[in-house]
């Protein structure tokens, strides 16, 4: 099916550890966006794409890096988690702001 | 001052209710409006674009009044399956990305 796909869809990390979230979308999209969501606050974006090879910070960009390596993948990457990185992180891409179609989403817990 | 504030509820209301959610928003200049809904556990879906002069999809009716800022969406004959959070989302003049909402549950008893 169409759409976002965002791997794994749960995970649990050390204090300290590293790892990347992958996301791909098959829409041919050119906007990508990482979003995190936490109780009682909404979800904030963390980092977006405007188009393959551009990324631009979002407001909650402290802690991580993105890769936008060609036009279908959008990766996070947490270098060194801590427990405030605890949270629900979703992909997104669009064809025209606003549009957004959102990932299944990504579980992570860091103790 | 959050940029885009919602009554969090729950809104508990029995089939068939009448329900409106209101979302107020802090950006004069924000550009375009929507309404997303979340289901327990998944990712938001969009449900309606919001524009000046209202809109209806079905059941669904969103309005905007740009001079007090604030969004509306009513629901009207609630369903069970209309049970879900409700984002209210705004899109700034010059920015590509989304600005949402804490989001409305609500929750629709038999």
């Known amino acids: 099916n169409a759409g976002v796909t965002q791997t794994p869809k749960f995970q649990v990390l050390k204090t300290g550890q590293s790892m990347t979230l992958q996301c791909a979308q098959d829409m041919n999209h050119n906007s990508m966006y990482w979003y995190r969501q936490d109780p009682g606050m909404g979800l904030r974006l963390i980092y977006y794409s405007a188009s393959e090879g551009t990324t631009d910070k979002g407001e909650v960009p402290n802690g991580y890096n993105v890769s936008r390596l060609n036009k279908r993948e959008f990766s996070l990457r947490l270098e060194s988690a801590a427990p405030s990185q605890t949270s629900v992180y979703f992909c997104?891409?669009?064809?025209?702001?606003?549009?957004?179609?959102f990932g299944q989403g990504t579980r992570l817990t860091v103790v | 001052r959050k940029e885009v504030e919602q009554d969090p509820g729950p809104f508990n209301v029995p089939e068939g209710a009448t329900v409106a959610f209101n979302c107020t928003y802090s950006?004069?200049?924000?550009?375009?409006f929507f309404w997303y809904r979340q289901d327990c556990r998944k990712e938001p879906k969009l449900l309606m674009s919001v524009y000046s002069s209202g809109n209806e999809d079905g059941r669904f009716t969103a309005q905007l009044n740009r001079a007090s800022q604030y969004i509306s969406l009513l629901i009207r004959d609630s369903k069970l399956s209309d049970s879900a959070t409700y984002l209210c989302v705004v899109r700034d003049t010059g920015r590509r990305a989304l600005t949402f909402g804490s989001g409305t549950r609500l929750q629709v008893q038999p």
């Open positions: 997104a891409s669009s064809l025209s702001p606003g549009q957004g179609i």
């Open positions: 950006n004069s200049a924000s550009q375009s």
